[in-house]
Structures are given as C-alpha cells and as structure tokens.
C-alpha cells in the first residue's frame, strides 16, 4: 500500500477555544532528539518541570506533575484520586465542562449531586453554601473558566464556604491557568487541572495538575483502590519523584520538551504580565465588536479575557461565517457548544495568539463577512475603535 507523506499543514490564525498558536521555540523544543524516559537528561527535564509548573500554579505543592494526557485526562485524574465509590460528590454545572466533570464522577462510583446554571452564568456563594450544607459532599467540583461559555467563575468565598464545611475543593482552570489569576495555594485549591494548549501556547497533550497536601494525604490513605492503573497518582508520583524514579509508564518525551520550553517564556515573560496582555488585548476585542455592533453573551464582570463568547447577530449565518473566516482569511473561531449551539462564536485569545495585530486582523475579517451576510455594519468601525481603545 503507496500511502502519500503528509501534506504541509495551512497556516491558520488560531482563534479559536484551543489549541492556541504555538511559539517556534515551542515546535523547535518538540523536534529535539528523543531519548529515554529514565535518562539522566530526561529526569532533569522532568525536575525543572516540575519546578516551573508549581510557580504557574503558584504553590508550594510536593504532588505537582504534568499527566501524560490532554486537559481531560487531568480532569479524571483530579476525579478518579480523589473519589472512592460511595463518595458524595457536589459538581457545579454552568457548561459542557462542569457536566463532563458529573460524568467522570459517576463512572467512579461517586454519589454525584449537581447544581446547575444557565449557560453563561456564574454560581454565588450562597448557592454553594445551600448545596454544601444540604449534600455534605467529600468533594466539590467547579470549573474557574468554563470554555463553553467564556465565563469565569469566581473561587475566593466559595473555598473559604467549601473548606468550612470540611470538603475537598477541586478545580477546573484548563483555559484560565496563565491567561488570568489561578491562586492554588492563596485560594487553598485542593486539586486542579489543566491543559497545554490554551493560555500556554503548546501543542495539546499534557495535562498539568496539582494537589494539596491535604488531597495527597487522602489519596495516601484510601481504601480502595484508584479506578484508574494509568492515572494512580499513588505511582505516576513516584514516577515524578527525585528520589525513588519508579517506572510507571513511558512519558511523552518530546512533549515534555515542549511544555518545558512553553513554561520558560511563560515565566520569563511574567504572569501579571502576561494576565495584563490578555486582559489589554480582551479589552480592544471588545472596543471592536461593540462598535460592530456585537453583544457578549457574558455579563461583562464574569467575561473571561482569553476566551470571548458573543451572540450572533440576528439573520447572520454562524457556519457560513466560520467557513469564511477559515477558508478566506485562515483565521479559526469556535462556535457554541450545548444551548449556545448556533448563537455563540467563541473568540479565543490565548496565549500567543493574544497579540494587539490579531485582534485587529480578526475584527477585519469578521466585518468583511457580516458585510457579505447582509448586516448592518459601518465601514472600518470594529477596526477604527480597537485602536482608538489601544491609544487611550
């Protein structure tokens, strides 16, 4: 069988929900040579790792590691640690993604209770509260920046509610760790999950977590066993670990270069630095769209910076749009997921796709195709009020 090589892959602005764009270091990182994954060079790329993620995270937690998984397999990782079958299980649901953590908890036998918003919404302490205090969960589990919907979740109060009430605390910060503030020990996170692709600007396929000491000590003490052999953190740890160096299983080498590399620029470029580019580039999206004429669909003090959900507007075709902007302009946006579905475009800007040029480019190329699409949008207006915003 004659089987063609792999054609060059287009060029694409990604703009999407993820995978973000990807730095040459990052891609040149990924094509170093492999070697083992028990080799004295690999072991030291896997320390200083470590080392770097625990100041993403911005935590002090021994039990810090990247799952050899994209940012779902940190999900079920955090889930399956935790959870013993008969473990009750408080998951808020305001997106595709808390109703994915539902489900993994489910299938590890966990007692699951769910409190749910509209889509686009945030949950109040008080409603946590409520929930907490009627289910007496073991853990409970939120998601920081609900990709679905480009909402962010805020966590301070609702820790101090959870940890109160003597329950583990669980997050999801997949599209929110290094776009925005993520505090794991300031907010006393008990577990997190993450991803590669999103505000770290890596190709997908790692998934950084972390866990309290509070968390390890009860995964150290479980009675059952963890559902998951390829996810026990009881051995992946010892995998991690600089003293015992217990095979678990092979690593993805290269994609552990890569991370390590995507983790140097991070760092060196600074997080507040980074969370005030996300945050500035947000802010001129907006400037655009609005003088576009196009709503968010998130109230404005729960928006997320990185990943902007706005409503299509009435009589504009969301798929021709998409198609357009891909086919015509080789830029990539998401559409809506769930009830968003066929309302929502989802705008990322993540990472090293969160660049003032991008934003500018994007609004360009949207006002060319709501022309096309028949809607009412004056000529140069999304571009025009970016850079006035810029120059403000």
């Known amino acids: ?23 040459p270091r990052v891609l040149a990182a990924l094509s170093a040579p492999t070697v083992g994954h028990l080799d004295p060079f690999f072991l030291d790329v896997m320390n200083e790792t470590q080392t770097m993620l625990r100041d993403l ?16 397999a940190g999900m079920e990782t955090c889930v399956v640690n935790l959870i013993e079958p008969g473990d009750r299980m408080l998951v808020c649901v305001n997106g595709v993604f808390g109703s994915r953590m539902a489900d993994v908890a489910g299938r590890a036998q966990a007692i699951v209770s769910t409190i749910e918003r509209p889509f686009g919404e945030v949950f109040s302490p008080d409603e946590i509260a409520a929930a907490v205090k009627q289910l007496n969960p073991k853990v409970v589990g939120i998601v920081h920046a609900e ?45 997190a999950y993450s991803g ?22 009860l995964i150290q003490n479980r009675k059952s066993k963890i559902q998951s052999w390829y996810l026990d953190m009881k051995m992946v740890a010892n995998y991690w ?46 400037s655009g769209l609005e003088a576009m004429g196009v709503e968010y669909a998130v109230a404005e003090e729960y928006r997320l910076p990185m ?21 015509e302009f080789g830029i990539e946006i998401g559409g809506g997921l769930g009830p968003m579905a066929g309302k929502t475009w989802r705008i990322g800007l993540m990472g090293e796709t969160s660049t003032e040029r991008n934003v500018l480019m994007f609004l360009a190329a949207l006002e060319a195709c709501l022309v096309k699409q028949g809607a009412s949008v004056r000529p140069g207006s999304g571009v025009a009020a970016a850079i006035a915003a810029a120059g403000a």
């Open 147 to 191: 990709t679905s919907t480009g909402a962010r979740q805020p966590l301070e109060e609702i820790s101090r509610i959870v940890h109160d009430a003597g329950a583990l605390l669980l997050v999801d910060c997949v599209t929110s760790l290094g776009g925005i503030p993520v505090e794991i020990d300031g907010w006393q996170i008990d577990a």
């Open 241 to 286: 670990s600089d003293k015992s160096r217990a095979y678990h299983h092979t690593a993805p080498i290269n994609m552990n270069y890569a991370l390590h590399e995507a983790l140097r620029i991070v760092l060196a470029d600074g997080l507040e630095t980074r969370w005030v580019r996300h945050r500035r580039n947000h802010l001129l999206l907006c």
């Open 196 to 217: 590669t692709q999103k505000c770290l600007s890596c190709p997908p396929g790692l998934a950084p977590v972390t866990f309290s000491p509070r968390a390890l000590e």
């Open 57 to 72: 995270f911005r935590t002090q937690n021994q039990l810090t590691l990247a799952v050899s998984g994209t940012g779902s």
């Open 1 to 23: 069988m004659s089987v063609p090589a792999l054609r060059t892959p287009p060029r694409r602005v990604l703009m999407g929900p993820g995978p973000s764009e990807i730095s």
């Open 307 to 327: 990943l902007n959900a706005v409503k299509i507007p009435a009589g504009v075709d969301d798929k021709a749009v998409r198609a357009q902007l891909l086919n």
